[in-house]
């Protein structure tokens, strides 16, 4: 899987993108047939505490998969987005066992 980091006006952090890339070794082991993912870290303006925000776009066959969280850190943002994900990608492997059968 092809993986793409993007830090919207922020220091990239080669911690940060390193981090994102073992949540989404995970992922590539557990679903093969994800192909791309973009990675946006960015941080929102204002007092919030939870203004760390991760947002993943996946490619994969069909329409491609979205997740984003706003947490108290960019790690934590992170494994919840990661953890949307999973969901989302549980469901489209059943969906793509149910049209193969």
Known sequence: ME???QFV???KSESLQEFAQKKLDKLEVKYDFI???EVYFKKQ???DPNGYICNIKLS???PQLFAESNENSYEAATAE???DL???LAKKKSQMKTHAN
């Open 86 to 88: 999973d969901r989302q």
């Open 9 to 11: 006006k922020l220091e």
């Open 35 to 37: 192909v791309r993912a």
């Open 60 to 62: 994969v066959p069909g």
């Open 81 to 83: 987005t990661v953890k």
């Open 3 to 5: 993986a793409i980091y």
């Open 45 to 47: 303006e204002g007092q």
